[in-house]
């Protein structure tokens, strides 16, 4: 099946730095990757669509200068939270769409980021 | 009108009980239809994926209803294994945009 890698699965950092999680997809291409933030008791929220070799497309209230999205090669996207806040502490999935007959939606193992 | 939109439960029933979670959809467009379940703090995993002849995988039915916009899960014999949120999922085609409910939350008792 279809396999999609996350890391790192957890961040600890100071307020004012900015880190970066990476998504690659492991044995299929990925045109299109999902962002998704998830709060403690909350659903999952999406954040931004990752399109390889073009800008991401950010929902609303997202604010792409904060949240980098990079999309460089069919089996990476990168999301940098630029100058993290502790507000910015969550959980943080990827995913990527398969496509074999029907489209399937699978996910990182996903990111905590606690920011201090 | 939310896009997709569960009852957030939590639904506590007990092990051997049969439960129903169902999920409407207010787009007539959408294509595909599934069902993930998380646990807590992990990622969705894929449970099963939702097709209008409906489908079965062991002690799991999916529904569609398409012109009632909404789908089902039906999970028969509960185990406590079971316990976990479930996510419906509808996706409008292609990368167009994928929808999740906010999850309805199982909590199987002994």
């Known amino acids: 099946g279809a396999v999609v890698s996350q890391h790192p699965s957890r961040v600890i950092c100071k307020s004012g730095t900015s880190v970066k999680i990476e998504c690659r997809s492991l044995d299929f291409q990925a045109t299109t990757m999902f962002w998704y933030r998830q709060f403690p008791k909350q659903s999952l929220m999406l954040m931004a669509t990752s399109n390889e070799g073009s800008k991401a497309t950010y929902e609303q209230g997202v604010e792409k200068d904060k949240f980098l999205i990079n999309h460089a090669s069919l089996t990476l996207s990168t999301l940098t939270v630029t100058s993290a806040h502790p507000e910015d502490s969550s959980f943080y999935i990827c995913?990527?769409?398969?496509?074999?007959?029907?489209?399937?939606?699978?996910f990182g193992s996903g990111t905590q980021l606690s920011v201090l | 009108r939310k896009e997709v939109e569960q009852d957030p439960g939590p639904f506590n029933v007990p092990e051997g009980a049969t439960v129903a979670f169902n999920c409407t959809y207010s787009?007539?467009?959408?294509?595909?239809f599934f069902w993930y379940r998380q646990d807590c703090r992990k990622e969705p995993k894929l449970l099963m994926s939702?097709?209008?002849s409906g489908n079965e995988d062991g002690r799991f039915t999916a529904q569609l209803n398409r012109a009632s916009q909404y789908i089902s899960l039906l999970i028969r014999d509960s185990k406590l294994s079971d316990s976990a949120t479930y996510l419906c999922?509808?996706?409008?085609?292609?990368?167009?945009?994928?929808?999740f409910g906010t999850g309805t939350k199982l909590q199987v008792i002994p």
């Open positions: 787009n007539s467009a959408s294509q595909s």
């Open positions: 939702v097709y209008s």
């Open positions: 995913s990527a769409m398969f496509r074999q007959g029907n489209e399937k939606l699978f």
């Open positions: 999922v509808v996706n409008m085609g292609g990368y167009q945009k994928v929808t």
